[in-house]
Antibody, heavy 121, light 110 residues
Framework: QVQLVESGGGVVQPGRSLRLSCAAS????????MHWVRQAPGKGLEWVAG????????YYGDAVQGRFTISRDNSKKTLHVQMSNLRAEDTAIYYC??????????????WGQGTLVTVSS | QSALTQPASVSGSPGQSITISCTGT?????????VSWYQQHPGNAPKLVIY???NRPSGVSNRFSGSKSGNRASLTISGLQAEDEAEYYC??????????FGTGTKVTVL
């Protein structure tokens, strides 16, 4: 069955960097787009970034544009997000999510359980 | 990109129907039929319940239905059950090739 397992979360100081990973299994990873979605404590969902199945196209939310970089390694079935210049407002649970199809704008049909990132001095 | 607008809360008695609205702009909901709805129970990851405005993924109850008119989308839950009590979020693709989520709606079963 489809599984997405995030890792790499933790406590980090403002201005520092952190890299999250998402290990995928149970489907052909190289055939689907992937996304990161976050949720601040007690708040709603916020789309962070998305990447095309072959990595040729990447898109970012306004709040992270220029600070976060999404990438993927199809040979290892792994999705990453490199987060730089972290701010307190980046504190959230970060979920990786699979796009349901190759169509642009496809919904997210499988989600991981998330990894918590806390930005605090 | 501003979040799509949803009511903060909606409630109903078991067996009743409720509708959650999701209001966007011509740059998101109004431009695409890529509106999706997610259900999230406390402590859990979101679950897709409606995609492409009105389609239900396999395994999702047919009590969930969706629609769209102009810049506004709606999710209707009929025959409300205790298990439907959760937070619901809409989302849409945008003309900037990004996604935007709604503000979220807490559904309470009275």
């Amino acid at each position: 069955q489809v599984q997405l397992v995030e890792s790499g979360g933790g406590v980090v100081q403002p201005g520092r960097s952190l890299r999250l990973s998402c290990a995928a299994s149970g489907f052909i990873f190289s055939n689907t787009g992937m996304h990161w979605v976050r949720q601040a404590p007690g708040k709603g969902l916020e789309w962070v970034a998305g990447i095309w199945n072959d990595g040729t196209e990447k898109y970012y939310g306004d709040a992270v544009q220029g600070r976060f970089t999404i990438s993927r390694d199809n040979s290892k079935k792994t999705l990453h997000v490199q987060m730089s210049n972290l701010r307190a407002e980046d504190t959230a649970i970060y979920y990786c999510a699979r796009a349901r199809s190759m169509v642009r704008g496809a919904p997210f049909d499988y989600w991981g359980q998330g990894t918590l990132v806390t930005v605090s001095s | 990109q501003s979040a799509l607008t949803q009511p903060a809360s909606v409630s109903g008695s078991p067996g009743q129907s409720i509708t959650i609205s999701c209001t966007g702009t011509s740059g998101d909901i109004g431009s695409y039929n890529s509106v999706s709805w997610y259900q999230q129970h406390p402590g859990n990851a979101p679950k897709l319940v409606i995609y492409e405005v009105k389609n239900r993924p396999s395994g999702v109850s047919n009590r969930f239905s969706g629609s769209k008119s102009g810049n506004r989308a709606s999710l209707t839950i009929s025959g409300l059950q205790a298990e439907d009590e959760a937070e619901y979020y809409c989302t849409s693709h945008t003309t900037r090739r990004t996604y935007v989520f709604g503000t979220g709606t807490k559904v309470t079963v009275l």
